[in-house]
């Protein structure tokens, strides 16, 4: 039961330090903006904190359901920062939509695709930031956001900012694309070990 509420912590402050990001990125929906993202992640790797992209690609046989609980950690922080933004005079209801949008015009199959490209930068970013480089964290984050691929925590809380009559009309479309870049996230995750050697991976 202690590992469970320790993860489910953990979880929850990695979704808020996500969703703290992903508010200042739609505030300054730039390279800027891309750049400043980075404080979410390299939070969440100082305090050692359970985010599902920064797992995924380390978990062992048997953790799976460890990272499901992890991924519904995230979203309840993400949930609450989402929230906190509804409070906000500036136009982030209708930047997340706009972002939302796009998305899913990419459609849930290209959208899974493209989410492999984050999984597998934020595993490399994370595997050097776990060895005290945080150079590929600070490069990594702004490069998978200018690529536009999707992050499974980061889109919720965009998703969860978006005016509610937006969310609950394009609910199914949404938990189908949501559920592909999950997906992606993971396969993306996990590339290194497919691809590299033991020891090159080690």
């Known amino acids: 039961m202690k590992n469970f509420i320790d993860t489910l912590?953990?979880?929850?402050?990695a979704g808020i330090c996500i969703?703290?990001?992903?508010?200042?990125?739609?505030?300054?929906?730039?390279?800027?903006?891309?750049?400043?993202?980075a404080f979410g992640l390299l939070t969440v790797v100082g305090y050692k904190l359970k985010l599902?992209?920064?797992t995924a690609g380390f978990i062992k046989k048997g953790e799976v359901g460890n990272l499901f609980l992890i991924l519904i950690a995230n979203i309840i922080g993400c949930l609450i920062i989402a929230l906190i933004?509804?409070?906000?005079?500036?136009?982030?209801?209708?930047?997340?939509?706009?972002?939302?949008?796009?998305?899913?015009?990419?459609?849930?199959?290209?959208?899974?695709?493209?989410?492999?490209?984050?999984?597998?930068?934020?595993?490399?970013?994370?595997n050097f930031a776990r060895k005290g480089n945080y150079?590929?964290?600070?490069?990594?984050?702004?490069?998978f956001i200018t690529c536009g691929f999707p992050h499974c925590v980061a889109d919720v809380f965009y998703y969860l900012t978006v005016p509610f009559s937006f969310?609950?009309?394009?609910?199914?479309?949404?938990?189908t694309f949501y559920l592909s870049i999950v997906i992606?996230?993971?396969?993306?995750?996990?590339?290194?070990?497919i691809v590299l050697s033991k020891e090159q991976a080690a």
Request: hydrophobic share 45%.
């Open 9 to 13: 912590r953990s979880g929850i402050y």
């Open 167 to 175: 969310l609950t009309s394009h609910l199914l479309e949404i938990l």
């Open 85 to 126: 933004a509804r409070c906000s005079p500036m136009p982030l209801q209708e930047t997340a939509q706009s972002i939302l949008e796009g998305r899913l015009k990419t459609g849930p199959i290209y959208g899974g695709i493209l989410a492999i490209g984050c999984g597998m930068i934020m595993t490399t970013a994370v």
């Open 19 to 37: 969703g703290i990001a992903g508010f200042g990125y739609l505030a300054e929906k730039s390279i800027i903006g891309a750049v400043l993202f």
């Open 184 to 193: 992606g996230n993971f396969i993306g995750c996990n590339l290194y070990r």
């Open 135 to 143: 150079f590929p964290l600070l490069f990594g984050v702004p490069l």
């Open 52 to 54: 599902y992209t920064g």
